[in-house]
């Protein structure tokens, strides 16, 4: 794992770094208007993951699973967004940030209503529900 953790990591900095570097640029005149920031598509999409994935290490924790399977995946995801968006800028941070706590907050509540809620239909189809988010996740790695 943690070779394919490597190895991701190198290939999408050297495919993916100078479109963040480009995009974190800003106009050198100082009368021109400074550019709308655009946040790269797979930076928005790692950062989703890592909410997700930082979800699933706590319920894990909180139900007392093994969770070393679910901090593997929080350590690419962290890594990953790390590696293609190394220079953000304060706009960028702020909405991969953003993003990131949706989708936590949002796999957090199906984990719950899964675990906890007494109504078997609803909690199997949260159930199925978190795992297609994870699974959408995984997809990006492997």
Not at 54 to 75: K, T
Not at 80 to 91: F, K, R, Y
């Amino acid at each position: 794992m943690e070779k394919l953790r490597v190895y991701i990591s190198l290939a999408l900095l050297a495919l993916y770094a100078p479109a963040a570097q480009a995009a974190s640029t800003s106009v050198s005149s100082e009368d021109a208007p400074l550019p709308k920031t655009e946040v790269p598509q797979i930076a928005v999409d790692f950062s989703i993951c890592l909410g997700r994935a930082s979800a699933a290490l706590e319920y894990a924790h909180l139900v007392g699973q093994p969770y070393s399977e679910a901090q593997a995946r929080w350590d690419v995801f962290r890594d990953l967004l790390e590696a293609i968006a190394p220079d953000q800028n304060e706009g960028m941070s702020r909405q991969l940030l953003a993003q990131r706590i949706k989708a936590k907050m949002a796999l957090s509540r199906l984990l719950t209503l899964a675990q906890f809620n007494d109504d078997p239909r609803l909690s199997t189809k949260a159930q199925a529900d978190a795992m297609v988010q994870l699974g959408h996740c995984d997809d990006l790695i492997s």
